[in-house]
Every structure is written in C-alpha cells, then in structure tokens.
C-alpha cells in the first residue's frame, strides 16, 4: 500500500494541549487550530518525503525507512528521529520523547502523536 498522495485535515483532537507542551506559543496556537491543513506524502520504497502546509506554515521532513535522519519538529526545532515501518500501511516514528504513529486506511490517514501521557491525533483524508 503506498501513502504517496494529497491527504486534506478532517479532524483533530486535543490540539491545544500537545502544541503548548511543545512549547508553541499562544498566539501560534490559536492562529494554527482552525487553519486548513493539507499533508502531501511521496512514498518512493523505503524513502518518504512529507509536507505539511497549514496557513502559511510549511514543515517538511524526508527520511528513509530504518535510517537516522534530522527532522524538524511542530515547533521549529531540528533533532535526530527514526521511523520504522511496520505491515505496510503503518508508519512508527521517534523523535525526542515523541511518538509518533501514522495508519494508513483506505483514503484516510490517522496520525497519532504522544509526548508522555499526552495524545494528539488528527484525522486526514485523500483529495
């Protein structure tokens, strides 16, 4: 199954919490909360490269499955981050106490991130 495509914000539960334990400021997170979030994905075998454009905002990362990388954080910050695949519509990354969980469903994705006992999740669907 390839995630490679355009996939539109649905959904999103506890937004607000995660982006200020992040460190997001205020005025960030209320700005971001109601922002359409489009997610582009392109899958080529074992290398992924993920744009996050929301508002203005634009949050990009490549990684290769198995492989270290540098990825930038919600927050701007850059850290070392694994991501592991598991099944083949199941993509499990870890970057600085953060878990990160991406399922691919059919047409929709549901990415799930948690920061100790913390859980943010967003819904996204293929446009």
Do not use: W
């Not at 913390?118 to 446009?127: E, G, H, M």
């Amino acid at each position: 199954m390839s995630f490679t495509g355009k996939y539109e914000l649905q959904s999103q539960e506890n937004f607000e919490p995660f982006m200020k334990a992040l460190g997001l400021p205020d005025e960030k997170i209320q700005k971001g909360k109601d922002l359409k979030s489009i997610t582009e994905i392109v899958q080529d075998g074992n290398k992924f490269k993920i744009t996050v454009t929301t508002g203005s905002k634009v949050l990009h990362n490549e990684f290769t499955i198995g492989e270290e990388c540098e990825m930038e954080m919600l927050s701007g910050e850059k850290v070392k981050g694994l991501v592991q695949m598991e099944g083949n519509n199941r993509l499990i990354g870890t970057v600085k106490g953060l878990k990160s969980v991406s399922e691919l469903n059919g047409d929709t994705i549901t990415h799930t991130m948690t920061m100790g006992d913390l859980t943010y999740k967003r819904v996204s669907k293929r446009i």
